[in-house]
């Protein structure tokens, strides 16, 4: 019986010479275009990071032509955000002091008190338990807010109250005064803070037009936003409890000052806020002051000013019961970031660059 023969198997043609050059030159230039766009972005984050460390007055007296500065901003915040975050780069204002802290209390340093304009001259106390209100009746709004932020959650947010006139205020307005417009209705006292740590009766409080104040939607929902969630999730993690007064900044000329339309309601021209905290003996603070004009995805960090600076916007005496040798020190110190965070809650505040997270 015949056996089939076995076909013999065709040989592999072997790789010419210009084809193994060719594969090779290929994988050198993705080699190479690898290593470039790193080099670029690395160049890049660190020229950005340079200039956009530098202060806001700096920035804006540049000279440096726009399609360079957008990229080097847009980079260079973002750099600085981390590595200020994770303690790598960036100077706190942080004393010593020998008093132990006043936990549980709403006031750290005393209560502001005013030494001349542009604050009003009508401020009057409204205590409201787990915040104050340094309320006017000519600006319908509040001059200032202190409240004080609990390193723990005790509550979890429930349904948003809706915002209503405060009967125990005749000059504060109605809700709809801020109808249509073009401005928030802005939390001075924050919601989300104070439901979590007092519960939702003291939010409910949040909700009354006397601690509102009108603020540009992208202000409100943007660098004032991220402010109130870096020290309600962020900062009491890391600092402890954390102290906050905050306020707004009218004009010096009540006849030029815009008001809501149809109303009294005085349009602040800008906010501002002082956050203290106090980790043993060391007292740490940082004030920041935002226009109205502020875009949404701004960085806080370029609004960074001196205390000093700032009561001297706001016609405030802001910590006038501290002692005197950290109340100097303190006051003329100007941070150039916001205050680190723990490593696990790098993610949160990525996040919070995000719109509704």
């Known amino acids: 019986m015949a056996t089939a023969k076995?076909?013999?198997?065709a040989k592999k043609k072997a790789p010419s010479k210009k084809?193994?050059?060719a594969k090779t030159d290929s994988r050198r230039i993705a080699r190479f275009c690898v290593l470039g766009i790193v080099g670029a972005f690395a160049l890049l984050s660190l020229t950005g990071s340079w200039y956009a460390a530098h202060p806001l007055e700096w920035l804006e007296?540049?000279?440096?032509?726009?399609f360079i500065a957008s990229p080097l901003l847009y980079f260079g915040n973002r750099i600085l955000m981390l590595t200020d975050a994770l303690d790598w780069t960036g100077h706190d204002a942080v004393y010593e002091t020998d008093d132990p802290a006043p936990e549980g209390q709403v006031l750290y340093g005393g209560k502001p008190k005013r030494v001349g304009a542009p604050a009003p001259s009508d401020i009057q106390v409204l205590d409201r338990g787990d915040f104050i209100v340094g309320w006017s009746d000519s600006l319908r709004h509040p001059v200032w807010v202190a409240y004080h932020v609990p390193a723990e959650a005790k509550f979890e947010v429930g349904k948003r109250p809706g915002f209503r006139k405060d009967r125990a205020v005749p000059e504060a307005p109605a809700?709809?005064?801020?109808?249509?417009?073009g401005y928030d209705r802005g939390h001075m006292a924050p919601n989300?803070?104070?439901?979590?740590?007092?519960?939702p009766d003291s939010q409910a409080k949040t909700f009354l037009m006397s601690n509102i104040a009108p603020q540009s939607p992208a202000l409100n929902r943007g660098p004032w936003r991220e402010l109130e969630r870096r020290i309600a999730d962020l900062w009491t993690q890391r600092w402890g409890e954390v102290w906050v007064i905050c306020g707004a900044i009218s004009g010096d000329n009540p006849r030029s000052r815009e008001t809501l339309g149809g109303?009294?309601?005085?349009?602040?021209?800008?906010?501002w806020m002082l956050i203290v905290a106090q980790e043993r003996q060391d007292v740490r603070a940082l004030a920041l002051v935002l226009p109205q004009t502020v875009r949404y995805g701004d960085f806080p960090t370029h609004r960074i000013v001196t205390i000093d600076?700032?009561?001297?916007?706001?016609?405030l005496d802001l910590l006038p019961d501290l002692p005197s040798y950290l109340q100097q020190a303190l006051e003329a110190d100007r941070p150039t970031r916001l205050w680190p965070v723990r490593v696990r809650d790098?993610?949160?505040l990525i996040m919070l660059r995000f719109p509704g997270a």
């Open 6 to 9: 076995a076909k013999p198997q």
């Open 19 to 21: 084809r193994k050059a």
């Open 61 to 66: 007296s540049s000279a440096m032509p726009r």
């Open 175 to 181: 809700s709809s005064a801020y109808d249509r417009s």
């Open 192 to 199: 989300h803070a104070i439901a979590t740590r007092f519960g």
């Open 263 to 271: 109303t009294h309601v005085d349009v602040p021209e800008k906010f």
């Open 309 to 315: 600076d700032l009561e001297e916007m706001t016609g």
């Open 346 to 348: 790098l993610f949160k």
